[in-house]
Nanobody
Framework: QSRLVESGGGLVQPGESLRLSCVAS????????IGWFRQAPGKERERISC????????YYARSVEGRFTISRDNAKNTVFLQMNDLKPEDTGVYYC????????????????WGQGIQVTVSS
């Protein structure tokens, strides 16, 4: 069965960094774009970054552009989200998801979700 598993979350102070990983198994991973989404307490889930199936196209929400970097290693079935200069407003549950459509201007609609991982930015 298809599965996405996130890792790398935790508690950090403002200005610090984290790298999230999303490992896929059980399906043809390489044909999908992959997105990272987050849900802050009391807010709707938002799309923050996407990467095309070939890794050549990326999308970032304005709130994270310049601080976050998405990348993928198809040989390892893994997508990474490098998060630098973290802010308290980056706190939330982070999810990776497959996507059947990618746009560098609008991102990627989620198809199948991982279980999510908590990121907390607090002093």
């Amino acid at each position: 069965q298809s599965r996405l598993v996130e890792s790398g979350g935790g508690l950090v102070q403002p200005g610090e960094s984290l790298r999230l990983s999303c490992v896929a198994s059980g399906f043809a991973w390489e044909i999908y774009a992959i997105g990272w989404f987050r849900q802050a307490p009391g807010k709707e889930r938002e799309r923050i970054s996407c990467i095309s199936s070939d890794g050549l196209g990326t999308y970032y929400a304005r709130s994270v552009e310049g601080r976050f970097t998405i990348s993928r290693d198809n040989a390892k079935n893994t997508v990474f989200l490098q998060m630098n200069d973290l802010k308290p407003e980056d706190t939330g549950v982070y999810y990776c998801a497959t996507a059947t459509f990618f746009s560098s201007t609008s991102g990627c609609p989620a198809h199948e979700w991982g279980q999510g991982i908590q990121v907390t930015v607090s002093s």
